[in-house]
């Protein structure tokens, strides 16, 4: 199989898809790899290391595009993009369609078989490809919601750590998933006062066990969540619902009962954010104010540190990019049931019902 690997050109996205290890990885079982100029270098991995690999450099993405029969990226297309595509290539990345009408009219017109990195799911509920990233999402919150808390940024002025004498910050994490997790594993190490909801009991009681009683774990429901936000100097959004659009958890309403110069960030801005307040921004521009509240809704976050990311997402897709490639996308999918849920597009109709869903659209049963 030709298999395409472009450069990422949403901004300041340096992830890559496949790294010159998965480059020798997939021509070692006899496939060719387009890769295109300079695609991996944000994630220090030259254009010379995939040569090296067996991987063709190309410097037109048109031509990569039209000489490819799977596309893997790591965000979905935007505008510039769109073009490139055609009839019955397979297109492997996060997709997130759920949140853009427009993108899934694209790939529907353009007759895609896309297949959603988010929507794989296993057996148990797991989204193997997700986690990666909403582990880096969810440290990287912590991170830059202490950024959204200095003074010069529109905050609060507060160290989330506080200091001897001082109290630290509260931190309302809506959500337990990996997102979570991971924001509550650096929000304590940090000292701030943690406070994590998720409407599952035996996640708050997993991470009640392994937390020793660090954070206050609360059943997400309207009440908990409207105490809990409204007292909170910093308020993480990692709520999921696999291939649905999030629900605003956090209305304007509430917005207004927050302190002046509290922060949200927005990790569910992918699939169109908890906070009826929350719109999409980049890492160029990264933040806005409303209601007096700072805002952060960069929807590629990990792509702030590409270098991490890149090893982080690629451990988990090389080896169903291997197995679509080796077998073709239709015996792959009959297959491996777990890989058989990524499928959100194809000819021309939408196989993920969740999406469907959020545009009243029908559904086609693969």
């Known amino acids: 199989m030709n298999i395409g690997i472009p450069k990422e050109i949403k901004t300041r996205e340096g992830r890559v898809a496949v790294t010159p290890a998965g480059v020798k990885a997939l021509t070692g079982r006899g496939h060719r790899v387009y890769v295109e100029h300079n695609a991996g270098l944000c994630s ?3 254009d010379r290391a995939y040569e090296l690999s067996g991987a063709v450099t190309v410097a037109d993405p048109d031509a990569l595009w039209s000489s490819s029969d799977m596309i893997v990226k790591v965000k979905e297309p935007v505008p510039g993009e769109f073009e490139r595509m055609h009839e019955g290539q397979i297109l492997f990345t996060f997709l997130h369609l759920a949140a853009s009408a427009e993108l899934t009219r694209e790939l529907l017109d353009r007759r895609i078989v896309g297949i959603a990195y988010e929507t794989i799911q296993l057996e148990d509920g797991s989204l ?28 609060k002025g507060i160290l989330l750590s506080g200091v001897p004498g001082v109290y630290p910050a509260k931190v309302a994490i809506l959500g337990a998933g990996i997102s979570g997790l991971n924001a509550a594993h650096l929000a304590v190490g940090m000292g701030a006062q943690v406070t994590i909801l998720d409407i599952n009991q035996k996640r708050l009681d997993y991470i009640e066990d392994i937390f020793h009683s660090r954070v206050v774990t609360l059943v997400s429901n309207p009440v908990n969540v409207e105490r809990s936000v409204r007292e909170a100097d910093l308020v993480i959004g990692s709520v999921l619902i696999p291939g649905a659009r999030a629900p605003h958890l956090i209305t304007r309403e509430l917005l207004k009962e927050m302190e002046q110069g509290s922060a949200i960030v927005d990790i569910a801005i992918d699939q169109g ?11 160029d521009n990264p933040t806005y104010i409303e209601e007096g509240i700072v805002h952060y809704c960069v929807t590629n976050m990990p792509g702030a540190v ?3 990311s890149t090893y982080a997402l690629t451990n988990g897709t090389l080896p169903y990019v291997t197995e679509i490639a080796d077998k073709g996308w239709e015996r792959a999918l009959h297959e491996n049931r777990a890989l058989a849920k990524g499928l959100n597009v194809l000819a021309g109709e939408l196989t993920n019902r969740k999406v469907a869903e959020a545009f009243g659209w029908k559904c086609l049963d693969f």
Do not use: D, F, W, Y
């Open 306 to 308: 590409p270098r991490t």
């Open 273 to 283: 954010g908890c906070a009826e307040t929350s719109r999409p921004t980049t890492h």
């Open 128 to 155: 193997p490809l997700l986690a990666p990233m909403s582990a880096v999402a969810g440290r990287l919150s912590i991170q830059m919601g202490c950024a959204c808390l200095e003074a010069k940024n529109g905050g």
């Open 44 to 46: 220090g991995m030259p």
